[in-house]
């Protein structure tokens, strides 16, 4: 048994209680005044939110035979530029709904895409083009279908979408909406390209057999998804139609639910393919109710959507997908489908075909 200085026996009980005190004496001594004083340590420097974007030419793509390089450059080129420019709107704090229109505005000034500049003709011999877009944040969403003067269609959605009380507006109602609005104007000549008036050719006066049956030559679509450094979604679509188009005939572009379509916490979609298709299966919002509500992730909610549903039912085509982490999915069941994504993490991607 210990013993203090005068010999007297101290229990062990004291003795440890005694060294226990004097140790957090001393611990309390060599500490840093901030945890002495009780005061939290400074945490660690937040890692910054991740910004994603990604986006699509069409799923109308030219075959691999008929794919030059010196083609196939100008495409990749173009793809990245349209990435790039939204890119760099997230990249400086900006909101993924300014990403998705700056993206989607590149795409629509470039002949080689089908929306706007060079969209394809309707059976009319007329550029009939269609747009929306939609914030994932608010569930706010406007589209527009079947304008031909609007030099960029998804800024209209967007005007419609803000400065408006209605969700779609079409034919020349949109198009007065559009000079309300002092949007940019052109004449039909604008639109009109070699390449898309020689296909407009080879299919006036026939039926739309080749067309309904998924020839990839004669559609197309541009879109584009992004994830913002606060974690809000935004989705956007633009589309000239499919060639030959007849009787005023609208795609799954414009149809919010459809071709677009963008809900914070579940994902962002915007579409590419044959359009019945993708207003029947009502492909935008079923992919994000299969996040909301089954808990899968985009991934697997895509490739049951495109690789399952719309295969089995004959419907060609893609999708990309944004989901709320800022991961994407590019999927589609197609020979191939324009697209490109970028992320703050580092990642690239550009690629045409599978």
Request: proline content about 5%; hydrophobic content about 40%; some cysteine.
């Amino acid at each position: 048994m210990p013993y203090i200085a005068d010999n007297r026996p101290v229990s062990i009980h004291r003795a440890v209680g005694c060294t226990m005190l004097g140790l957090l004496l001393a611990g309390s001594l060599l500490a840093p005044p901030a945890l002495a004083a009780g005061k939290a340590a400074k945490p660690a420097p937040a890692t910054p939110a991740l910004v994603s974007i990604a986006i699509h030419g069409g799923a109308g793509t030219l075959s691999p035979s008929e794919m030059t390089p010196e083609l196939a450059a100008r495409y990749t080129a173009a793809l990245e530029q349209a990435r790039d420019a939204g890119y760099a709107i997230l990249e400086k704090g900006g909101p993924a709904l300014d990403a998705v229109e700056a993206a989607v505005r590149v795409l629509e000034d470039n002949e080689l895409f089908n929306a706007a500049r060079g969209a394809v003709f309707d059976a009319d011999g007329r550029n009939s083009l269609d747009a929306a877009i939609m914030d994932g944040s608010t569930l706010a969403a406007g589209a527009v279908t079947g304008v031909h003067h609007v030099r960029n269609p998804v800024t209209l959605a967007r005007r419609v979408m803000e400065n408006s009380p209605h969700v779609m507006l079409s034919g020349e109602g949109a198009e007065e909406f559009a000079l309300e609005q002092g949007l940019k104007m052109e004449p039909a000549s604008y639109f009109r390209t070699d390449r898309r008036w020689k296909q407009f050719l080879d299919k006036r006066g026939a039926a739309l057999g080749p067309v309904a049956n998924g020839d990839p030559r004669y559609f197309g679509t541009v879109g584009a998804v992004a994830r913002d450094s606060a974690g809000h979604l935004a989705a956007a679509t633009s589309t000239g139609g499919m060639t030959g188009k007849k009787w005023g005939r609208i795609g799954d572009s414009p149809i919010i639910g459809a071709g677009t379509y963008a809900e914070d916490g579940a994902c962002a979609v915007s579409g590419t393919g044959h359009g019945e298709y993708f207003i029947r299966n009502v492909v935008g919002y079923q992919v994000c109710s299969l996040v909301k509500l089954k808990g899968v992730s985009v991934a697997e909610a895509a490739r049951i959507v495109v690789q399952d549903k719309l295969k089995a039912q004959g419907g060609e085509g893609g999708i990309i997908a944004m989901g709320p982490n800022g991961d994407w999915v590019l999927e589609f069941n197609s020979e191939g489908m324009y697209r490109a994504a970028r992320d703050s993490s580092g990642r690239r991607e550009v690629a045409i075909y599978r």
